[in-house]
Nanobody
Framework: QLQLVESGGGLVQPGGSLRLSCAVS????????IGWFRQAPGKEREGVSC????????NYAESVKGRFTVSRDNAKNTVFLQMNNLKPEDGAFYYC??????????????????WGQGTQVSVSS
């Protein structure tokens, strides 16, 4: 059974850092594009970052460029999202998503077939 499980969320002060992990099981990560999304209360789920199957291509929302870094370790079936210089507006539930495709990656929700349950990130002093 294909499963994605996010972890690493928590409460952090503005300017702080968190590293989210997305552990996948039931399939080989080698064949899947991964996206990271977030959803704050009352807002639409938005694409934050994505990474191609080999990790050679990445993309970021403008709001996180220069602060967030996505990476993957296919041997460990895990994808990471390093978040630095966090701002209060980064607070949200963060989700990873997967799709078995050949495109580089996408920040569109519609592109992804499988989703994790999310991990909460709160940024507050």
């Amino acid at each position: 059974q294909l499963q994605l499980v996010e972890s690493g969320g928590g409460l952090v002060q503005p300017g702080g850092s968190l590293r989210l992990s997305c552990a996948v099981s039931g399939f080989s990560l080698d064949y899947y594009v991964i996206g990271w999304f977030r959803q704050a209360p009352g807002k639409e789920r938005e694409g934050v970052s994505c990474i191609s199957r080999t990790g050679g291509f990445t993309n970021y929302a403008e709001s996180v460029k220069g602060r967030f870094t996505v990476s993957r370790d296919n041997a460990k079936n895990t994808v990471f999202l390093q978040m630095n210089n966090l701002k209060p507006e980064d607070g949200a539930f963060y989700y990873c998503a997967a799709v078995r495709e050949f495109f580089q990656c996408s920040l569109s929700r519609a592109a992804y077939a499988y989703w994790g349950q999310g991990t909460q990130v709160s940024v507050s002093s």
